[in-house]
T-cell receptor
């Protein structure tokens, strides 16, 4: 099993540009979570999906952020337009319902907005 | 809403010494509790979890944690640390009885562990 795969690993972009982060969850997992990690705020849950349906997006900072899960094997987190304060490490995690919260995290995408 | 407090931002321990990392939670019912470890540049890896039953749970890499309801704590312990244990450790709490059985976790701010020779 390749685990949760995130791409790219690093992204540097200019303020105002659109950024798309990608996640491939573990095959068979039906819950997917997007987290953001910063020194100031720690780990914050942005949004999570169950069976491709967004369940809770209350953590999405503002309308510039959007997430989709068009199928069970792919999710995207988009920031448009990006701002320097969006610089952080973004993690994707997946799990299987009722499998005792077996979250598996990806290695993260380090986003730098200059 | 649930919350987690990790009072120690940074702990330094000598290799071979024992370790205890503190975690306090706030939740109205019996929580689901977790410890994760994050090595530099990596994602989080699950060390152990508590749902119910025996309050002392064993995890990977020789770690254990004890759930104490009266103290609202879930401290992580290891009898003898190795240099490879240097990392960031996160305690997390999840709501029990969620509809999907897999609700979101709330993480603490983490404790950075440094090991000295």
């Amino acid at each position: 099993d390749a685990g949760v795969i995130q791409s790219p690993r690093h992204e540097v972009t200019e303020m105002g540009q659109e950024v798309t982060l990608r996640c491939k969850p573990i095959s068979g997992h039906n819950s997917l979570f997007w987290y953001r990690q910063t020194m100031m705020r720690g780990l914050e849950l942005l949004i999570y999906f169950n069976n491709n349906v967004p369940i809770d997006d209350s953590g999405m900072p503002e309308d510039r952020f959007s997430a989709k899960m068009p199928n069970a094997s792919f999710s995207t987190l988009k920031i448009q337009p990006s701002e320097p304060r969006d610089s952080a490490v973004y993690f994707c995690a997946s799990s299987l319902d009722r499998e005792a919260y077996g979250y598996t995290f990806g290695s993260g995408t380090r986003l730098t907005v200059v | 809403a649930q919350s987690v407090t990790q009072p120690d931002i940074h702990i330094t321990v000598s290799e071979g010494a024992s370790l205890e990392l503190r975690c306090n939670y706030s939740y109205g019912a019996t929580p689901y509790l977790f410890w994760y470890v994050q090595s530099p540049g990596q994602g989080l890896q699950l060390l152990l979890k508590y749902f119910s039953g025996d309050t002392l749970v064993q995890g990977i890499k020789g770690f254990e944690a004890e759930f104490k309801r009266s103290q609202s704590s879930f401290n992580l312990r290891k009898p003898s640390v190795h240099w490879s244990d240097a990392a960031e450790y996160f305690c997390a709490v999840g709501a029990s009885g969620g509809y999907f059985g897999n609700e979101k976790l709330t993480f603490g701010t983490g404790t950075r562990l440094t090991i000295i020779p």
